[in-house]
């Protein structure tokens, strides 16, 4: 089983969220359609904007307490490494695991 660290922005250089999961599509979903009240649904963080996937959930919410501890322009360097145009990564994920 995967289990996936995964970092949400409200819009590029906005509010950001980094959390975890065992189905990324399926959460992600929830945040877009802001079906659990919270942090992402108070400020619409729901963008899925970078994400590294792991094999153990040990060291993917390790992984995710460590990138929490971290300064906002290092998230920010974490996600333009991979994706400098902060482009929604979802429906891509989506279509990749739904077919």
């Not at 970092?7 to 509010?15: E, I, N, P, V």
């Not at 945040?31 to 009240?37: D, E, I, N, S, Y």
């Not at 792991?54 to 993917?60: G, H, L």
């Not at 990564?89 to 990749?96: D, K, N, Q, S, V």
């Given at each position: 089983m995967a289990y996936y660290v995964y970092?949400?922005?409200?819009?590029?250089?906005?509010?950001l969220?980094?959390?975890?999961t065992n189905d990324i599509v399926r959460r992600i979903h929830e945040?877009?359609?802001?079906?659990?009240?919270g942090f992402t649904k108070r400020y619409a963080v729901h963008r899925l904007v970078w994400f590294e996937i792991?094999?153990?959930?040990?060291?993917?919410i390790?992984?995710?307490?460590?990138?929490?501890?971290?300064?906002?322009?290092?998230?920010?360097?974490?996600?333009e490494e991979k994706n400098p145009e902060w482009i929604d990564?979802?429906?891509?994920?989506?279509?990749?695991v739904l077919g």
């Open positions: 970092l949400l922005a409200s819009k590029k250089y906005d509010t969220y980094i959390g975890v945040h877009k359609t802001k079906a659990v009240p792991y094999d153990d959930p040990i060291t993917a390790t992984r995710e307490k460590e990138l929490k501890k971290w300064r906002r322009d290092w998230k920010v360097r974490l996600v990564l979802y429906p891509e994920i989506a279509t990749r």
